[in-house]
Nanobody, 123 residues
Framework: VQLQASGGGLVQAGDSLRLSCVFS????????MGWFRQRTGEARESVAA????????TYADSVKGRFTISRDSAKNTAYLQMNNLKPEDTAMYYC?????????????????WGTGTLVTVSS
C-alpha cells in the first residue's frame, strides 16, 4: 500500500483547509483510513478515522465539530476537511490505512503510513 498526502499549507486562524490522501497498491474499499498529526517535539496523536465497512467515523475530542473525514472510492482518496483552524492545529499531518475499524484506528492503529503534509496556522 502506498499513501500520498497533500493539501497542507500556511493559513490564518479561522481558515479552512482540505487534506487529501491518495491510496494505491491494494483495494481501497477494504481499508479504513485515518489521519494523525505530530507537533514538533510531541508524540503523534490521532485526529480522525473512517471505517472501510460502513464509513463510520471517529474523531479526537480536540477536533470534533471542526474536522470532517470522508472517503471517495471512485478516486481511492480519503479527505480531511478542517474548518475553523486554530494555532494548536499546527502540525505535520499523516494519513494511514488499516484493516481495523475507525474506533481501533483512533487509538493509534495504522498498518500503512503515508508521507506527511505540513499544516501551519498563524494567530
Amino acid at each position: 500500500v502506498q499513501l500520498q498526502a497533500s493539501g497542507g499549507g500556511l493559513v490564518q486562524a479561522g481558515d479552512s483547509l482540505r487534506l487529501s490522501c491518495v491510496f494505491s497498491g491494494r483495494t481501497f474499499s477494504t481499508y479504513s483510513m485515518g489521519w494523525f498529526r505530530q507537533r514538533t517535539g510531541e508524540a503523534r496523536e490521532s485526529v480522525a478515522a473512517i471505517s472501510w465497512r460502513d464509513s463510520a467515523t471517529t474523531y479526537a475530542d480536540s477536533v470534533k465539530g471542526r474536522f470532517t473525514i470522508s472517503r471517495d472510492s471512485a478516486k481511492n482518496t480519503a479527505y480531511l476537511q478542517m474548518n475553523n483552524l486554530k494555532p494548536e492545529d499546527t502540525a505535520m499531518y499523516y494519513c494511514a490505512a488499516s484493516i481495523v475499524d475507525s474506533r481501533s484506528m483512533i487509538r493509534g492503529r495504522g498498518d500503512y503510513w503515508g508521507t506527511g503534509t505540513l499544516v501551519t496556522v498563524s494567530s
